[in-house]
Structure formats: structure tokens, C-alpha cells
């Protein structure tokens, strides 16, 4: 019986398209959080780096069947120095701060889901891929949250360089003149309660991507977001 109809046969090529849709589903479910925190790695970057090591995997395991005493591990083992050439691409360093080290970790996580769902160990790989997406999503390194009751934001965040999203909840009337003046913050979601942007704002904030503005906002200040 030729190799190819044994491999159909016993492995079967619906085994292969369940392992890259779990590959997959992997790496879409973590990307998507990088994707929402605007990352320079995001839902397409994990899905192809997880269905690359899951075909990789699935190779080295099942294609060198005509070689005596093949070592199914060696190809599947230098997945993981590729994807660390990859992760160094998402790292920044910029003054004494250092940016992309959690991107590129999830890079290298999926790369090893990808591995384990080529290996056909489904339950390993959704069970890494929850613990990770929760990692990502509730312990939120880089992200603040401000709320009070009339209070006004003056000029209180300059220090806090680690940050790079902004969450201004309600009961904030208003962001004073240089609020956020020259940080590193790269998203803000500023609440309905807030009526008021003051002046250079968020002036020489170079890495802003995305501002989230609601109803009850009435006026900006000139060069708010210069």
C-alpha cells in the first residue's frame, strides 16, 4: 500500500483540518486581544506564526516516513528559534523603557500551541490558549484608569511612562491643559462625563493611535492632540 493511502487511511486528512483550525482558533483568540491594544503583532500575526509551527509540526512528524530512524522533533524544535527572531522585531527600546517584551512573548506562546495542535494534543492547546488570553486580559500591565467626582485631570500623568492606555471613567468633567502632555500612551478612552479637553492636552503624545471621544464632550482646547 503506497505511504500516502496509509497516511489518509490512519491519520486521515480531517485529523490535519482540525489541527490547523485549533492552531488557528489559538492564535486568532490571542492576537485579537493584541490586536485590540494596537500592537505592532496582531490577529494575523499569531494566526500564520500558529498555522506555520502547527504545519511545521505535522511535517516533521508524519513526513519523513521513508527515512530510517528520523528524530520527528529536530525540525519541529527550531519553530521555536525562528519565532524568536520574529519577537525580537516587536521589541522597541525607546529611552530607558522597554516595549513589545508581552507581544512578543504571545508570539512564542502560539508558536507553541501551534506545535502541540500539529502534535494532535487538542486539550493541551485550548488549555494554554485560555491561560494565556486570561494573562493578557486581567493582569493589564499598561493600563490606567482615572475616575472621580467632578475632579478635573491636571497635568498628572507625565511621570507614569509604563502606561500606554488611558481609561478617563465617569465622573471626570474635564482634562485640564497638559493633562497628558508628551507620554508614551498609545490609546485613550475618555468617558461621556467628560465635557471639556483643555489645551495641548495631549500635546507631543507621538505614539497616539487611538482616542475614544463620547456625547458629552462640548469643547477642545487648540492643539489638544498637536
Same mark, same amino acid.
Given at each position: 500500500?503506497?505511504?500516502?493511502?496509509?497516511?489518509?487511511?490512519?491519520?486521515?486528512?480531517?485529523?490535519?483540518?482540525? @489541527?490547523?483550525?485549533?492552531?488557528?482558533?489559538?492564535?486568532?483568540?490571542?492576537?485579537?486581544?493584541?490586536?485590540? @491594544?494596537?500592537?505592532?503583532?496582531?490577529?494575523? #500575526?499569531?494566526? $500564520?506564526?500558529?498555522?506555520?509551527?502547527?504545519?511545521?509540526?505535522?511535517?516533521?512528524? *508524519?513526513?519523513?516516513? %521513508?527515512?530510517?530512524?528520523?528524530?520527528?522533533?529536530?525540525? &519541529?524544535?527550531?519553530?521555536?528559534?525562528?519565532?524568536?527572531?520574529?519577537?525580537?522585531?516587536?521589541?522597541?527600546?525607546?529611552?530607558?523603557?522597554?516595549?513589545?517584551? #508581552?507581544? &512578543?512573548?504571545?508570539?512564542?506562546?502560539?508558536?507553541?500551541?501551534?506545535?502541540? &495542535?500539529?502534535?494532535?494534543?487538542?486539550?493541551?492547546?485550548?488549555?494554554?490558549?485560555?491561560?494565556?488570553?486570561?494573562?493578557?486580559? $486581567?493582569?493589564? %500591565?499598561?493600563?490606567? @484608569?482615572?475616575?472621580? /467626582?467632578? +475632579?478635573?485631570?491636571?497635568?498628572?500623568? +507625565?511621570?507614569?511612562?509604563?502606561?500606554?492606555?488611558?481609561?478617563?471613567? %465617569?465622573?471626570?468633567?474635564?482634562?485640564?491643559? *497638559?493633562?497628558?502632555? /508628551?507620554?508614551? $500612551?498609545? +490609546?485613550?478612552? $475618555?468617558?461621556?462625563?467628560? +465635557?471639556?479637553?483643555?489645551? /495641548?492636552?495631549?500635546?507631543?503624545?507621538?505614539?497616539?493611535? @487611538?482616542?475614544?471621544?463620547?456625547?458629552?464632550?462640548?469643547?477642545?482646547?487648540?492643539?489638544?492632540?498637536?
Amino acid at each position: 500500500m503506497a505511504w500516502d493511502m496509509w497516511l489518509f487511511e490512519h491519520v486521515g486528512a480531517w485529523d490535519y483540518l482540525i @489541527r490547523i483550525v485549533v492552531a488557528c482558533l489559538c492564535g486568532g483568540l490571542v492576537g485579537l486581544e493584541r490586536t485590540k @491594544r494596537l500592537k505592532e503583532a496582531g490577529i494575523r #500575526t499569531h494566526i $500564520i506564526v500558529a498555522l506555520g509551527a502547527t504545519l511545521i509540526m505535522v511535517v516533521s512528524k *508524519y513526513g519523513f516516513s %521513508d527515512v530510517m530512524e528520523a528524530d520527528a522533533s529536530r525540525i &519541529a524544535s527550531n519553530v521555536i528559534t525562528g519565532v524568536s527572531f520574529l519577537g525580537a522585531g516587536v521589541i522597541f527600546v525607546r529611552g530607558g523603557s522597554v516595549k513589545g517584551l #508581552t507581544t &512578543a512573548a504571545s508570539l512564542w506562546a502560539v508558536a507553541c500551541l501551534g506545535i502541540a &495542535a500539529g502534535a494532535g494534543y487538542y486539550a493541551i492547546s485550548l488549555m494554554g490558549m485560555v491561560f494565556i488570553f486570561i494573562t493578557l486580559t $486581567i493582569f493589564e %500591565d499598561g493600563l490606567a @484608569r482615572y475616575t472621580g /467626582n467632578g +475632579s478635573i485631570l491636571n497635568n498628572m500623568f +507625565s511621570w507614569e511612562h509604563a502606561v500606554s492606555a488611558i481609561e478617563v471613567c %465617569d465622573g471626570i468633567t474635564a482634562l485640564d491643559e *497638559y493633562a497628558f502632555y /508628551n507620554t508614551a $500612551i498609545e +490609546s485613550v478612552d $475618555i468617558a461621556g462625563s467628560v +465635557s471639556e479637553i483643555g489645551p /495641548n492636552a495631549f500635546y507631543n503624545c507621538r505614539n497616539l493611535k @487611538r482616542v475614544t471621544l463620547r456625547e458629552g464632550l462640548k469643547t477642545i482646547g487648540d492643539f489638544a492632540f498637536g
